[in-house]
C-alpha cells in the first residue's frame, strides 16, 4: 500500500500547486479533464467496483440499500463542501462566510475522500471476505480513477483556498486534504486485521463509496452540458475515458 500512498498524496500535492505557481492555467482544460475523470469513475464503477460488491456475498438487497445510502450522503457532503469534488472552483453556499466556511468545505472534503480511500485496501479486504472462486479484477483499476479524481478536486480545493486564505495556510489545507485518502486506506485495513471491521462492515464501506462515486460521476456529466448542447470535445473525451476503463478492466 505504499505506493498507493505515494501516489494518492503526490497527485493531490502536485495538481493542487498548479494554482499557487500557474494561476492562469486554461479553465478549458480543467473542464475537459474532470470530465474524463468522472468518465472513468463512473465506468469503473459499473464495470468493476459494483460487480464485485454484488458478487462478495454480502447479500444483494442490502447492498442496494448501501449504494443508495452512499448516493444520498455524497449530496450531504457536497453540501458541506460547495461541490468541490467535482470540480466547483467557488464557495457558492459559504460565500461571504470566510474562513468559516472554508472549515465546513474541509470537513465535507475530508469525510468524502477519507471514504473513498477504503477501496484501496481492495486487495487485502475484498480478497478476504470473497469467497465466489471468481476473478477479482487488480485494485489498480481503481486506483487509476481515484487518482483521476482526486486530482480536479485538489485543484479545485486550492483555488478555493488561495482565494479566502494566505498562501501558507492553503497549502497547510492542501496537505491534510491530500492525506485522507491514505488515512482511509490504512485505517480499514487495520480496522479489518485486528477484527473490529468484519466483511458485512467491509461491504457497508464499499457500497457507501460506490454510491458516492455514482452521485460525482453523474454531476460531472450533468453540468458538463447545463443545456443539453451537443459538445463534441466533451463526448469525445468521455468516450474515450469509458474506453480505458474497459480496457483496464477486462485487457490489462
Known amino acids: 500500500m505504499a505506493i498507493n500512498f505515494i501516489l494518492l498524496f503526490l497527485t493531490a500535492i502536485g495538481v493542487g ?13 480543467f473542464k475537459l479533464a474532470l470530465v474524463f475523470a468522472g468518465a472513468y469513475l463512473f465506468s469503473i464503477t459499473i464495470l468493476h467496483i459494483i460487480p ?4 462478495g456475498g454480502f447479500g444483494t438487497s442490502q447492498m442496494g440499500l448501501y449504494i443508495l445510502i452512499g448516493f444520498l450522503l455524497q449530496q ?4 458541506l463542501s460547495s461541490g468541490i469534488e467535482h470540480g ?4 457558492h453556499h459559504h460565500e461571504g462566510s470566510g474562513k ?4 465546513t468545505v474541509m470537513l465535507g472534503l475530508f469525510i468524502h475522500a477519507f471514504l473513498e480511500g477504503t477501496l484501496l485496501s481492495h486487495g487485502s479486504l475484498m480478497e478476504s471476505v470473497t469467497h465466489t472462486g471468481g476473478h477479482i479484477h487488480s485494485g489498480k483499476t481503481v486506483l487509476l480513477g481515484i487518482i483521476m479524481h482526486k486530482g480536479p478536486a485538489a485543484f479545485a480545493l486550492a483555488a478555493v483556498l488561495s482565494s479566502v486564505l494566505s498562501k501558507r495556510l492553503s497549502f497547510f489545507l ?5 492525506l ?22 467491509v461491504g457497508i464501506l464499499y457500497g457507501l463509496v460506490a454510491g458516492g462515486f455514482l452521485h460525482i460521476s453523474t454531476t460531472i456529466f450533468f453540468e458538463s452540458s447545463p443545456h443539453h448542447k451537443l459538445q463534441l470535445n466533451k463526448m469525445l473525451i468521455s468516450f474515450l475515458a ?11
Open 17 to 29: 500547486s498548479i494554482v499557487f505557481f500557474a494561476p492562469n492555467f486554461r479553465e478549458n482544460y
Open 52 to 55: 464485485e460488491l454484488f458478487a
Open 100 to 103: 468559516g466556511g472554508v472549515l
Open 174 to 178: 492542501l496537505v491534510l486534504f491530500a
Open 76 to 79: 450531504i457532503l457536497e453540501y
Open 180 to 201: 485522507a485518502s491514505p488515512l482511509g486506506m490504512y485505517s480499514s485495513a487495520y480496522l479489518y486485521e485486528l477484527g473490529v471491521l468484519e466483511k458485512e462492515g
Open 242 to 252: 469509458a474506453a480505458l476503463a474497459i480496457l483496464s478492466e477486462y485487457l490489462i
Open 88 to 91: 466547483h472552483i467557488h464557495l
